[in-house]
């Protein structure tokens, strides 16, 4: 049985500031397990979003992706999003979380679950960088926002 929502995080964490979205989610899971909420919620951490990510759609009331993007205001976007073939993306990944919805919808013939988008700014995405002193400062505000999405029934409300 799935859980009702989905977070998604895509990043690598050996390239500087592109490990914000695993880094939220490692902060997330440990918070749900502290609320006794985690059964609400799968996490997914990935390096980027793959076709196969669509068939952890279903089932689903709610879909979050988290990543970092470099040209993302700061210090973060949180946006809804609808299913896309091909969609300008400011992630480092190749395949952006509205082609995700798409697969969905092409396999199943459905409308994909209401999901959104929150992507956090990012500056460096070397081998082996560290994160930047802004990208921990957007990651906190990021977390922030998060956490106040997670206690919410709806996170379009």
């Not at 490692?26 to 909420?37: N, Q, T, V, Y």
Request: aromatic share 8%; charged share 20%; glycine share 8%.
């Amino acid at each position: 049985m799935s859980a009702p929502i989905v977070v998604f995080a895509v990043g690598n964490r050996s390239r500087g500031d592109d490990a914000l979205g695993p880094m939220l989610l490692d902060r997330l899971a440990g918070a749900l397990a502290a609320e006794g909420s985690e059964s609400r919620f799968d996490l997914i951490d990935d390096f980027q979003l793959q076709v196969e990510h669509a068939l952890d759609l279903a089932g689903r009331e709610r879909a979050l992706f988290i990543d970092a993007g470099t040209g993302t205001p700061a210090p973060f976007a949180f946006r809804a999003i609808e299913p896309a073939d091909s969609v300008a993306t400011h992630s480092t990944h190749a395949l952006p979380p509205e082609a995700v919805l798409a697969v969905y919808r092409k396999l199943t013939g459905c409308a994909p679950p209401p999901a959104f988008v929150l992507c956090v700014r990012g500056e460096s995405f070397e081998l082996g960088a560290d994160l930047t002193v802004t990208a921990k400062a957007n990651l906190e505000a990021a977390w922030t926002h998060l956490m106040n999405l997670c206690r919410q029934a709806e996170f379009a409300a």
